[in-house]
């Protein structure tokens, strides 16, 4: 294929994560990029060799651009996607799609209207043991599933919240653990367990006295098949433990994924150095490919940086789908989908009652 001429938005620190991968894929021929702090644009332009600049709309216009990312601090996807999507581009946007319901709709009518498309990152899909997990479920090989959990024990300190003056609070972060840690891991449970029912959440502020926001949430989870889920999502614990996903099928056997071993890695400064691995598989006769599993998942990631791979296989996919003409991995409606968890739990917390799906 032709390479995409592509862009960035938000030269920060996953931004770093996306300008190696738009530099190395032969999908990409990585162009420009963009930031407010036009210093900033211009440190990575001189860097990756591309052409900096402050304004969106000139970046696309001047450059041809045909494909951005979208890396920008949460309340602020909205804008640059918007412009970017009316202004002819397609456009991948950083995790959580939006902070709110109304700017993910604005999103994805802009980009429908403007007849391109729109995809949010969630390469924890991507994840070789995710990926076993999702088979075996499509499979049928524990049959319905019918529980699910996401346990994330996880730890951020007090140098993490002032490195950067939006974390941390409401107005420039839009939430804390859910919004900002836990989006991969609802996504997950959506994706392996379907659409949502009804969801019962509280959310508080444990021992980070210092933010605004939540560092812990729980939530119930009741899906349309029947299924039930929970979510206990935490930064409270240090050292961080471990995150899991874990499905429990109908005929009674399990699968389960450790996405995330100690605290989960902080983009641009720390690092992913135990494998993702699944940690529960009691598919009857598979029970002895748990072993061989982990084995594979040690080896493959001592031949890969499993903290920047995912993310460059999901762009990869992204520009593929431009190419091919068909949805990305992740559309930006299934990406909706996590703004609607984590509205609904701040929502219950809000009122003590269960929100019923979907929530406008
Ligand atoms: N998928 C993942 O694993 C992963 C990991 C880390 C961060 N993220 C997501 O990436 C996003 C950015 O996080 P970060 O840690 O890189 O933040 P950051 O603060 O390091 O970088 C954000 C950059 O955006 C720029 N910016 C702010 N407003 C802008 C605007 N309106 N137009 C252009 N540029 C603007 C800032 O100047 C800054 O350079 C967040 O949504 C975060 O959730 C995802």
Same mark, same amino acid.
């Given at each position: 294929?032709?390479? $995409?001429?592509?862009?960035?938005?938000?030269?920060?620190?996953?931004?770093?994560? /996306?300008?190696?991968?738009?530099?190395?894929?032969?999908?990409?021929?990585?162009?420009? %990029?963009?930031?407010?702090?036009?210093e900033?644009?211009?440190?990575?332009?001189?860097?990756?060799?591309?052409?900096?600049?402050d304004?969106?709309?000139?970046?696309?216009?001047?450059?041809?651009?045909?494909?951005?990312?979208?890396?920008?601090? =949460?309340?602020l996807?909205?804008?640059?996607?918007?412009?970017?999507?009316?202004?002819g581009? =397609?456009?991948?946007?950083?995790?959580?799609?939006?902070s709110?319901?109304?700017?993910?709709?604005?999103?994805?009518?802009? &980009?429908?209207?403007?007849n %391109?498309?729109?995809?949010?990152?969630?390469?924890?899909?991507?994840?070789?043991?995710?990926?076993?997990?999702?088979? &075996?479920?499509?499979?049928?090989?524990?049959?319905?599933?019918?529980?699910?959990?996401?346990?994330?024990?996880?730890?951020? #300190?007090?140098?993490?919240?002032?490195?950067?003056?939006?974390?941390?609070?409401?107005a420039?972060?839009?939430?804390?653990? *859910? %919004?900002?840690?836990?989006?991969?891991?609802?996504?997950?449970?959506?994706?392996? *367990?379907?659409?949502?029912?009804?969801?019962?959440?509280?959310?508080?502020?444990?021992?980070?006295?210092? +933010?605004?926001?939540?560092?812990?949430?729980?939530?119930? $989870?009741?899906?349309?098949s029947? &299924?039930?889920?929970?979510?206990?999502?935490?930064?409270?614990?240090?050292?961080? +433990?471990?995150?899991?996903?874990?499905?429990?099928?109908?005929?009674?056997?399990?699968?389960?994924?450790?996405? #995330?071993?100690?605290?989960?890695?902080v983009?641009?400064?720390?690092?992913?150095?135990?494998?993702?691995?699944?940690?529960?598989?009691?598919?009857?006769?598979?029970?002895?490919?748990?072993?061989?599993?982990?084995?594979?998942?040690? #080896?493959?990631?001592?031949?890969i940086?499993?903290?920047?791979?995912?993310?460059?296989?999901?762009?990869?996919?992204?520009?593929?789908a431009?190419?091919?003409? /068909?949805?990305?991995?992740?559309?930006?409606?299934?990406g909706r989908?996590?703004?609607?968890?984590?509205?609904?739990?701040?929502?219950?917390?809000?009122?003590?009652?269960?929100?019923?799906?979907?929530? +406008?």
């Amino acid at each position: 294929m032709n390479p $995409i001429r592509t862009a960035l938005v938000g030269c920060g620190k996953v931004g770093q994560i /996306h300008a190696a991968a738009l530099c190395t894929l032969p999908e990409s021929h990585f162009v420009a %990029v963009c930031d407010s702090q036009l210093e900033r644009a211009q440190a990575f332009a001189s860097r990756y060799n591309v052409a900096p600049f402050d304004s969106v709309e000139e970046m696309i216009r001047n450059c041809a651009v045909e494909a951005v990312m979208i890396c920008t601090p =949460h309340p602020l996807h909205d804008q640059p996607c918007i412009v970017a999507a009316e202004s002819g581009a =397609h456009v991948l946007v950083e995790k959580p799609l939006a902070s709110s319901l109304a700017a993910c709709d604005a999103m994805i009518a802009a &980009a429908e209207n403007s007849n %391109v498309l729109l995809g949010v990152v969630s390469q924890r899909r991507l994840f070789e043991p995710v990926q076993r997990m999702k088979a &075996a479920i499509d499979a049928g090989k524990i049959g319905r599933p019918i529980l699910g959990t996401f346990t994330g024990l996880s730890w951020r #300190d007090e140098a993490y919240y002032r490195s950067d003056p939006w974390r941390g609070k409401w107005a420039t972060e839009g939430g804390g653990v *859910l %919004v900002n840690q836990s989006p991969h891991q609802l996504d997950l449970l959506q994706w392996f *367990l379907g659409p949502i029912d009804e969801i019962t959440g509280y959310w508080s502020n444990l021992n980070h006295p210092y +933010i605004e926001v939540d560092d812990t949430a729980i939530a119930i $989870i009741r899906f349309r098949s029947g &299924a039930l889920g929970n979510v206990v999502t935490s930064l409270s614990q240090k050292p961080g +433990i471990y995150t899991k996903v874990h499905i429990h099928g109908e005929s009674g056997a399990s699968v389960g994924v450790q996405t #995330d071993t100690g605290a989960t890695f902080v983009a641009g400064v720390t690092s992913i150095v135990e494998p993702p691995t699944n940690d529960l598989w009691t598919i009857p006769g598979e029970e002895h490919l748990l072993p061989k599993f982990q084995a594979a998942d040690r #080896d493959r990631c001592r031949q890969i940086d499993p903290t920047t791979h995912y993310h460059a296989l999901q762009i990869q996919d992204f520009l593929r789908a431009i190419h091919d003409d /068909h949805p990305p991995l992740v559309p930006g409606r299934e990406g909706r989908i996590v703004v609607e968890i984590f509205s609904a739990i701040y929502r219950s917390n809000e009122l003590r009652q269960p929100i019923k799906f979907p929530v +406008i």
